[in-house]
Nanobody
Framework: QVQLVESGGGLVQAGGSLRLSCVAS????????MGWFRQAPGKEREFVAS????????MYRNSVKGRFTISRENEKNTLYLQMNSLKPEDTGVYYC??????????????WGVGTQVTVSE
């Protein structure tokens, strides 16, 4: 059984930066894509970014392109999300995800419990 555990969330002022991490424990997620979703209060969860096992196929939602960078270290079973130039609309709970079926951007199979990111004005 694989568990995904996020860390790195917090409170930051607009324009600031945060780096989220996600460690996968239990077994290696070989060949699985990993990604991030987020959910703002009163809104549905939305896809943020994803990266495949080899790191050569990366996707971002349009609103974070140029500000967020997703990366992974497979030998450490760790996923990262570097978030720069944060905006209040980036506020939400950020979830780490993993999927080996090609559905990482829609309905990933594995989810972490989430980490709160709050961006103040």
């Amino acid at each position: 059984q694989v568990q995904l555990v996020e860390s790195g969330g917090g409170l930051v002022q607009a324009g600031g930066s945060l780096r989220l991490s996600c460690v996968a424990s239990g077994r290696t997620l070989r060949s699985s894509s990993m990604g991030w979703f987020r959910q703002a209060p009163g809104k549905e969860r939305e896809f943020v970014a994803s990266i495949n096992w080899g790191g050569d196929h990366i996707m971002y939602r349009n609103s974070v392109k140029g500000r967020f960078t997703i990366s992974r270290e497979n030998e450490k079973n760790t996923l990262y999300l570097q978030m720069n130039s944060l905006k209040p609309e980036d506020t939400g709970v950020y979830y780490c995800t993993a999927d080996g079926r090609g559905q990482i951007a829609t309905t990933p199979r594995l989810w972490g419990v989430g980490t709160q990111v709050t961006v103040s004005e």
